[in-house]
């Protein structure tokens, strides 16, 4: 064990040249389960469904307070390979930034937290557990990442009192923004049957086209709501009516659409499921067109009400940065949606502007600041 502060830049490049494109843990864990063993953490791996997770503590779980972080390790395909201009698995520095797959999303936050919580332990031991749960899956379907994490604690009684989730949540400047929530998210699957027919004899057909038209025009002119206390106003967008048809002489018998819905606490996905069968079954009474639906949740929306939690990280960016964060519930979803459900938990990390782009990079200098950060969360946490 050393009391060497751990260079979280440096922990970011090894990071990026793990190739953990999800499902592939790629190094990335058993670099950092290698990291935090030799600095005490007692680590698990968490693999479930094919998916890598890895669980460290340091402190007694049998503590009543312990502090969380969670996060990712995996990151989403490169795209056009060509189109980079550096190694996407490289960690390369140039410019100010440092580059590679991953490097904002969120690499650099893993690795600021990690770091921060190795320094704290091996430094200023607390008296309470921190604690990382990091998985392989939040690109992908998250049902075998943080998921399966939450239910091995359950299973193991280990339990965070409280959770930071280190995603880029800063659309422009450092520091300027934390999420207290999140929007929950559903796709609903539409498929209008009608009867195929000669488009010369329209009457002998039963043409799904109009009918599935009708839907989507009714559900993209309604009003979800205004607007939460929290939250902006609930969105709806429909984003494909397919029917395949190559044919201009044939009224096609099916087609489908698909729509998808960003709600707010107004709402709940069981609700919004109701509201779009009772709108399908309208168009099929109006029109014969049998419309069946599927339905797929992604989340609920949350909200962690201002409190200790969001003052803590809020106090924090401001010691370090000179700025108070504002508190959004704006963005897609992330695994707080989870965690939410064990604990109080709060997201904040770096500008999030490349995420996901050919060429992601971060600014070196958001990662050292994003782990001071961290570490006086821990110490602010920790000192009651």
Known sequence: MTNAPVDAVDLTAKLIQCASVTP???????LLETLLSGAGFDCTRVDRGGIANLYARWGDKAHAKSFGFNGHTDVVPLGDIDAWTVDPFGGEIKDGFLWGRGATDMKSGVAAFAAAAIDFVTQTPPDGAVILAI?????????????????????????????????????NTMGEM??????????AYFTATGVQGHSAYPHR?????PAIANLVSRLASHTLDE???????????????????????????????????????????????????????IVTQETGVQIDMD????????????????????????????????????GGTSDARFVKNHCPVVEFGLVGKTMHQVDERVEVAQIPQLKAIYSRILRDYFAD
């Open 24 to 30: 592939d843990e790629g190094g990335a864990l058993v």
């Open 135 to 171: 998985t392989g899956d939040e690109e992908g379907d998250a049902k075998d990442g943080t998921v399966a994490l939450l239910d091995w604690m359950d299973a193991k009684g280990e339990a965070m009192t409280a959770c930071l989730v280190g995603e880029p949540t800063c659309p």
């Open 178 to 187: 934390m999420k207290i929530g999140r929007r929950g998210s559903m796709t």
């Open 205 to 209: 057909a039963k043409n799904p086209l």
């Open 227 to 281: 607007g939460t206390d929290h939250f902006d106003a609930s969105t709806l967008a429909v984003t494909t009516i397919d029917t395949g048809n190559t044919a201009n002489n044939v009224i096609p018998a099916q087609t489908k659409s698909t729509v998808n819905i960003r709600f707010n606490d107004a709402h709940t996905s069981a609700d919004l499921t109701d509201w779009l069968r009772n709108e399908a079954a």
């Open 295 to 330: 339905v797929s949740v992604s989340g609920e929306s949350f909200v962690t009400a201002p409190g200790p939690l969001s003052a803590m990280i809020s106090a924090a960016v401001e010691a370090e940065l000179g700025m108070t964060p504002e508190m959004s519930t704006s």
